[in-house]
Structures are given as C-alpha cells and as structure tokens.
C-alpha cells in the first residue's frame, strides 16, 4: 500500500515540476508510464487536473503515440524487431515462433502475467539481425529455434 | 592531462553495447589495473565504429590494431600480450571476409574503411563522446567561436548557402536556403529545431552521431541559431534511443559549464540553450510539422504548408529544423571554408552521406561515402558483397518512402537526383541489400503494412488508400492474386501520391511502385502461376520428398497435421491438402530430402 502511495506522490512531485514548462503533457506522461508501468485512467486524470487540460486531450495524445500503454504489461516484454533489416533476415518467422510458444499475439500479455510479446520497429542492433530484445537482454542474429530455450530460461528464473 | 603511452578504444554505440561491450570496458579496466599498467593506458568508451557486424570492436592505439568480435574471455590475452609484451594477438585481429591470409590489422588498410569519407562521423569511434574536452582538441567549437566573434548572421548564411549542403534528412532541401528564410521571419522569439525522430526502420546514422559526438550537433544548433536569431534549441529525439539521449543530455550540461550554452557566449552577446525533447514511437512525427505539434504536447499530426516553419513553426514562432547528419557537417564548413566542402561529391550534391548499411550483406554497418559514390562499390567493395554465395537481387533506400533498386542499376552513381530518376530516394540513408531469397511482393507489402501502421490517419487518401492496397498485397502473397489487382494498385498509388496531406502518404506508395517497374513479372508469377519465385510466401509454396528421402521417420512426427504417410525405411509422402506449409518437416530432415517449390 505504501509503495502504492509512493507512486501517486511521484506523479504529483513530477507535474509540479513540469506544470510551468511549454508542451507539459508528453514529458509528464512519460515519467508517469516509467512510474506505473503504463497510463491507466485514473492516471490519466490526474494528469489532466494537474496540468489544467481535458482529460479527453490526455486520452488522446496517450492513445496516439505507441509506447504510451493504456494496460499494465507483462513482467518479461519481449520484442522482436520488425525493422527492415531484420526483416529481410526473417524475423517474421523468430516472432511467429515466439507467439505459437507462448499461445498469444504481438500486443498482448500471457495471463500469468509473465510475458507480453511486442512487434517492434529498429532496435538499432541492425547488425545483429534478427533481433529480439527481452527487458533489457539483448538477443542477436537469432534463428526461431533458439526462441523456446530462451523463452525457458525466463520461466525458470 | 595524464600522457599515456598506450590507448584502448571499445565501442559504446548501440550495436556492440548490445553485443556485451560494457563488461568488456570492465574487464579491461580490472585487468590493466591488475597488471599496473593504469597510468600507462587508458581504457575510452567510444561512439560507434561502423563495423557493426564485428562487433563488439576493440581499437587498440597508437598501432591502431583493429580487433573484432572480442569476448570478455579474450580480453586477459590482450592485456597480458599486447599491452604488457607489445605483441599482437594475431587471432583475434579482424580479418576480411574475402581476405586469404592475415594482413591487416589497421583501420587504415582495411577494405571497408578506404573508400570511406569520414566527414559526419568524423569523431565517432575516435573521441570519449562523454567528455568535451576530448572533443574541444578535435576542434571543437572553433567554429562556433569563429562565427560569434568574427562573423555577422549574413555571412554564416551566405557561407553555407555556396557549401551547396542539403538537408541529410531526407528531402535534401539546401540548408542555407532555409536558413535565409527564417532569419528573414520578424519575432520576439525564434526556434531551432533538431529533428533526431530517425523514423525510417532499419537506419541509424543519427543515433550513432548522437551517441559518438553529441557536441557536434549542438555546436551546430548554436551556430545556426546565431544565423537566424534564435535563442532556443530542440532537439527532438526518439524515445528508443536511450544511449544517446543519455550522452547528448551530458554533453548539454558539459557545454552549459564550460559557458559555451547559455548567457552571452565568448562574449559576444549571443545567448544560446537547448533542450531534449522524447518522441514516443510515432513515425509520422518525423515529418517537421507533426514533429513541432508534439513538441508542444499534443497528437503528432502534421498540418498543411504554407504556413512553413520559418514563418510559422514551434509555439507558433519561425522555426528552422534540420536533421542530425546536416548538423554534423556544419562546424567543419565553417572550419575548412564552403570551397573545400563543395569540392567534395558531385556538383548540385556537395559533401558526403551516411548509410546504414544492413540486410543480405557480408559487413553490416555505417558507411559514409562521398556524393557521386557507385552503389556498386558501397554493396562490393565496403560491403563485401552478399553472404552464404547467394545472388544479388536489389537493395531498398528511403525506408519505407523509397524504392528499390535492381542489379541494372548497380553502377549508379549515387545522390539525391540519381535515385530520384530511378524510382528511389536518397532518404535518411537506410540502405537494406536484398538476396534471391527475398520475395520483392513480400517487401512491398512489408513496407505497406508499416505505412497503414504509422499513417496518423488525419487525411483519407492516406488512412483508407494504404490500407486498400495493403489488403490487395496481402492477398498476393497469400495466392489469392486477381487478374486487375496490378492495376488497381497502381491506380490507388497515383491517387495516393497525389492526393495526401504529408509526405508519408505521399510517398507510401514508392516501395510498390518500384517493386512493380523492376520486378513485375514476380507480382505476376504470384497472380497468375500462384508461385512464389522466391520460395518466400509460405502459402505459395508446396513441400515435397525427394527420393533422398531414407524413411527415418522425423518428418512425420513433426507434422502437427499429419500431412505425411509412409511406413519405415520407405519413402514419405506429404499430403499436399493437408499440408498447413510450417516447414517443420524440412528442419527435421537431417537428409535434405524435403524440398519447397
Ligand atoms: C513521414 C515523414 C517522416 C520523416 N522522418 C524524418 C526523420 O526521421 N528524420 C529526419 O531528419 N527527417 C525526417 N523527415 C523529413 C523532415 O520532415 C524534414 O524535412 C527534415 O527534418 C528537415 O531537415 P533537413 O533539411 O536537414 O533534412 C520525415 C518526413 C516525413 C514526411
Ligand atoms: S498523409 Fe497519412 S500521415 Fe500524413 S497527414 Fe495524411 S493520414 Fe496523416
Ligand atoms: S510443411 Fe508442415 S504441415 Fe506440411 S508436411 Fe511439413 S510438417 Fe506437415
Ligand atoms: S532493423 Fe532490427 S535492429 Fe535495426
């Protein structure tokens, strides 16, 4: 609960910062997607009283720039990069595979809770292409058969 | 400062940071110490060196021993042999894919660097990007100094006007030009703006500019703000780049401290800051309107021109906006003189371009070559031409506004109009080498699905078009082909392309176009034969045994279908209406008797 709290009162310390400052929101909201993980409504009406907004200018910026999550995701977000490099090194089939293994589509959340699977644009590791990225792990020029004991290794941990 | 007699350089940049170069800087660190040799060499985090496909990269000076793909295991070998005994260690030393025996060991004699022209990256893998003086003995803001004390607003305009420099973000609009107008803009309050968004997927020059030599850019933000009367600097930088937003926050405040961002700068009275500004993954805010909408805190939706920035921008004041790479070639114009850089490149197109080069090709990396450079040299002889003996079949610039380019046009000397008059663009300088494995159709509907992604959906040619064509390319691919589909798509396409608000509808269309100018009988060979030349589309492809088959059975435990029938030690057989084309079975086969056509 207190931690809870904490959160709430790092949102407010981060809009005061801002409040003054030209073009407030976007910054704001993304302290605030480092704070909770990702914008839910009721952040998202914090927000928009803290700044003096409408909380309908808050949605739609938030929904208008994809990494701005309105759900809280996965504790393992693994991307693999759609990027054109990568894609020409068929990293269609690593993302086909990471999917079939954990039964879900680019976009969503296993329901333990454990992964999210995104489909990602250039992570700027080109030259290790196909890459996947997992939290911070970085896995490069990946074969989609390598995909399940990586996948494991999570699991386990 | 500390003379040392000997330096290490490992590369920070994005690529071999991600390849584990940090606890390679660690371990040197420990084992330099260990071995007393810390007040002899000194261990510098560059930028990054080009060569991403070595990586992670050690340059060890004054030899300038070039080695590759060193692991944390290699780096005790190094100190004990080459720092402490001055012996190279031979078998770690990076070697030419084409080379016969060991030869090289420099950056100087290896084949992808000599026909570079360092300009824009000139100190990335050189300098420590994190400490400004490192870069104030390259240079820098010698050229900042120069203008701010001896030159007037009009001469540094008219100096990069007859420099013949054009915007490296992609249109290739001449920077003093730009310049020119937005200092002609009458306002209490002016903005330059620097445009890191570095959209296009699959390119990094930016991002490796940023994170190798940040003070370049503001140098030149400075410069540039001092021309057309600005006191305020953007720049605004894509969120997935956390290195270089990191290390250009630094230099920032390295700058503010040594008085070189701020109040009246060399004392001249010019007053000067600048602030990073995070995107949150939206491709159309790379096209400047949308760019300074986003800025100010709203939906990065782009918004008709005229009014242009100069006259109308940021906070509705006359705004000037350029690229990273553009930057990065101002202070050494104003260093060398608009003569020396205008001799560089072909006329109309002066100076050099960055590319990153990746995709089907043997040294994926940064490359950057002089204007006027024949593709053929940058895909062979930088390159190294394609891996695994696979043939060449085109390669993509311009992203996902751009085209491609077949092997008749190889010899091309590249710049801005050359690719232009051949269906492509210069763009930011992505560069992706395709081999025979790639289905061209596939690539354009690749490229479409980013679009109808990324189309911010303001205007319907773009919103509705896109996705129109997107769903007659899906079903290309998919083998459901009609006789008409290519006319409707080129119909749609022209339509698009003239009709869009901004230029990501407008130039959606060009990876079809050219797909369909250079490789149309492949979009036929799908419509009508319901064949894949390239073996790509899964669902084109039929999988069959050969009589290589030995009846070892893997096939037909794989099968999630059971498509496949034959008893042991005879051969299988799939059965092609069952058969969900997944491949498996060719995996298995450790006899390569499955193949795809
Ligand atoms: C859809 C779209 C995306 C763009 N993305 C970028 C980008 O990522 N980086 C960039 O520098 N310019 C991009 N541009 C071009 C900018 O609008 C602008 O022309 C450029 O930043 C001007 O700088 P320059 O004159 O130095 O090239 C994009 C344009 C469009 C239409
Ligand atoms: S062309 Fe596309 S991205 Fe540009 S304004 Fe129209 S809908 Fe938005
Ligand atoms: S491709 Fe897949 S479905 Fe078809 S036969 Fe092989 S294993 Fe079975
Ligand atoms: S395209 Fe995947 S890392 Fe660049």
């Known amino acids: ?69 309105l759900q809280p995701k996965g504790q393992y977000v693994a991307g693999v990069c759609l990027g054109t490099a990568c894609y020409v090194k068929n990293s269609q ?23 999210t699977v995104q489909a990602t644009r250039c992570l700027g590791a080109c030259g290790l292409a196909p890459v996947m990225m997992i939290n911070d792990d970085v896995y490069g020029r990946l074969t989609e058969a390598e995909v399940p004991a990586i996948i494991a290794k999570y699991k386990a941990s | 400062m500390d003379l040392f007699r000997a330096h290490v350089l490992v590369c920070g940049g994005t690529g071999c940071t991600s390849s584990g170069s940090a606890e390679l800087i660690a371990r040197f660190e420990e084992q330099i110490a260990k071995n007393g040799l810390d007040k002899e060499v000194k261990v510098i985090r560059t930028g990054c060196f080009g060569l991403c496909e070595a990586g992670p990269v050690v340059i060890v000076y004054p030899e300038g021993t070039f080695y590759s793909r060193i692991r944390v295991e290699d780096v005790d070998e190094i100190v004990s042999e080459h720092l402490l005994k001055g012996r ?83 249109g290739g609009f001449p920077t003093g030009k730009k310049w020119q107008f ?25 991002r490796s500019i940023l994170e190798g030599d940040p003070h370049s850019v503001i140098e030149a933000m400075a410069i540039g703000g001092y021309a057309i009367g600005a006191t305020e600097g953007y720049v605004y930088v894509r969120a997935e ?25 060399f004392g001249s009275g010019f007053d000067f800051d600048m602030y990073i500004r995070l995107g949150a993954g939206a491709f159309v805010c790379g096209e400047e309107t949308a760019l300074m909408r986003s800025i100010e805190g709203g939906r990065g939706e782009p918004t008709p021109k005229p009014p242009f920035p100069a006259v109308r921008g940021l906070f509705d004041k006359p705004s000037n906006i350029n690229n990273v790479e553009t930057y990065a070639n101002i202070p050494l114009i104003i260093n060398k003189g608009a ?23 043997n040294n994926t990396g940064l490359v950057e070559v002089p204007m006027g450079t024949p593709l053929r040299d940058v895909i062979y002889k930088i390159g190294g031409g394609i891996p695994n003996g696979k043939a060449f079949k085109a390669v993509q610039t311009g992203g996902p506004s751009g085209g491609c380019i077949p092997a008749e046009h190889l010899d091309i000397a590249i710049d801005y109009d050359s690719l232009t008059s051949i269906g492509s663009m210069m763009g930011s300088g992505g560069m992706i080498v395709m081999d025979e494995d790639n289905c061209m159709v596939d690539i354009a509907r690749f490229f479409l699905d980013f679009t109808v992604d990324e189309s911010c959906g303001k205007c319907t040619p773009c919103r509705i078009g896109t996705k129109r064509m997107l769903e007659i390319l899906e079903r290309i691919t998919e083998g459901k082909g009609e006789e008409g589909d290519i006319e409707k798509l080129e119909a749609l396409a ?3 392309k003239s009709t869009a608000l901004c230029g990501l509808g407008q130039t959606a269309p060009n990876p079809v176009l050219s797909t369909l100018k250079y490789f149309r009988s492949e979009y036929e060979a799908h419509i009508k034969e319901k064949r894949c030349p390239a073996h790509h589309c899964q669902k084109l492809l039929n999988y069959e045994i050969t009589d290589k088959c030995r009846g070892c059975t893997a096939c037909a435990r794989v099968c999630p279908v059971n498509a496949i029938t034959g008893s042991v ?22 006899f390569g008797a499955i193949v795809k056509n």
């Open chain 1, 1 to 69: 609960m207190s931690n809870h709290n904490e959160k709430y009162e790092k949102l407010a310390e981060v809009i005061k910062a801002h409040k003054e400052q030209k073009g407030a929101l976007m910054p704001v909201l993304q302290e605030a997607q480092n704070i909770f993980g990702c914008v839910s409504e009721d952040v998202q009406k914090i927000i928009a009283e803290g700044l003096g907004v409408t909380l309908s200018e808050v949605y739609g910026v938030a929904t208008f720039y994809s990494q701005f999550s």
């Open chain 1, 93 to 115: 089939k690593v993302l086909d595979k990471l999917c079939s293994e954990l039964g879900i589509q680019p976009g969503q959340t296993t329901a333990d809770g454990l992964f």
């Open chain 2, 88 to 170: 190279t260690v031979q078998h770690l030393v990076y070697k030419e894919k084409a080379a016969e025996e060991e030869q090289h060991a420099t950056l100087e004699n290896i084949d992808f660097y000599r026909p570079q022209m360092r300009l824009a990256l000139r100190n990335c893998g050189v300098i420590d990007p994190e400490n400004i003086d490192e870069y104030i003995a390259f240079d820098g803001y010698k050229a900042l100094a120069k203008v701010l004390t001896e030159w007037k607003p009009e001469d540094v305009i008219k100096e990069m006007i007859d420099s013949g420099l054009r915007g490296r973000g992609g």
């Open chain 2, 182 to 206: 937005a200092a002609a803009s009458k306002a209490d309050q002016k903005y330059i703006i620097c445009n890191a968004d570095e959209g296009d997927p699959g390119a990094f020059m930016d």
């Open chain 2, 241 to 265: 780049y956390p290195i270089a937003v990191k290390r250009l926050q630094l230099a920032i405040d390295q700058a503010r401290e040594y008085g070189l961002l701020g109040k009246n700068i």
């Open chain 2, 339 to 361: 003569d020396w850089f205008k001799s560089i490149g072909t006329p109309g197109n002066s100076g050099t371009k960055v590319f990153a080069l990746g995709g089907k090709i």
């Open chain 2, 494 to 496: 022209n339509n698009i």
């Open chain 2, 569 to 590: 030690k005879e051969m299988h057989h799939i059965d092609t209406t069952k058969c969900i084309k997944c491949g498996s079975c060719m995996e298995k086969c450790r």
